[in-house]
């Protein structure tokens, strides 16, 4: 049985992989290391990737949103079989420009206060695409779960990005709802109708039949 290596988002944790059908592959949740004071993100990903023994070829990896972008920067160095990517981006043309800035600087300020705030919930639902109770649910307990820190550094790290490289033998899955990396800045491999920043979750069984399709 083969792996395969899932990345999530900012904000975000293995639950987010919970409805996707990947039966058939060893799934290997890579979890959010504490990252170092300044430390850049090409040498978060390598210790990373070290941390998890991935191989630096013949590894089939998946990430959401920043998990994504981690995969894009691994890809620069490391010759994966396939590469899934949903709701994310491959370079940082694909991100927005300064609405997207503007809004990566206020989800930064919001994320701390999802667990208490109503109103900060409210405008993250909103931007994740969490509709239903279960999902504004899920989104708040794992944003009371994220530390910190993490979140400060990631955000900048996003803000600051500037990979120009589009990894090789890459599906990309992104939703036309979503808020947080609007559609018309990326170059796509499937549109998911009405899928938003959470659809990973919310619209598993769409998107798990091309994944498995791909993965074959």
């Known amino acids: 049985m083969e792996n395969i290596y899932l990345f999530s988002g900012l904000g975000a ?27 850049a993100l090409e040498s978060y990903v390598f210790r990373l990737a070290e941390h998890y023994q991935i191989p630096k070829q013949g590894a089939n990896v998946l990430g959401v949103s920043f998990g994504g972008m981690c995969i894009a920067e691994l890809s620069k160095y490391y010759d994966f079989k396939k590469t899934i990517l ?3 981006a491959k370079t940082k043309d694909e991100l927005p420009k300064l609405l997207g800035i503007s809004k990566l600087l206020s989800l930064h300020k919001l994320l701390p206060d999802a667990a208490t705030s109503s109103t900060s919930l409210k405008v993250l639902s909103w931007l994740f695409g969490a509709k239903s109770e279960e999902d504004k649910n899920l989104l708040q307990s794992i944003l009371k779960e994220t530390d910190p820190d993490f979140q400060r550094w990631a955000v900048d790290k996003i803000v600051h990005w500037e990979n120009t490289q589009t990894p090789a033998n890459c599906l990309h899955i992104h939703g036309d709802k979503d808020h947080l990396l609007p559609i018309q800045y990326v170059d796509y491999s499937i549109r998911i109708k009405g899928g938003g920043h959470f659809m990973v979750w919310n619209k598993a069984a769409e998107i798990s039949f091309p994944i498995r399709n791909f993965l074959q």
Request: aromatic share 14%; net charge neutral; glycine share 4%.
């Open 13 to 39: 944790d293995r639950r987010v992989f919970a409805n996707l059908d990947l039966s058939g592959f060893q799934v290997i949740y890579v979890d959010w290391l504490k990252p170092r004071p300044a430390e």
């Open 86 to 88: 949903i709701s994310s």
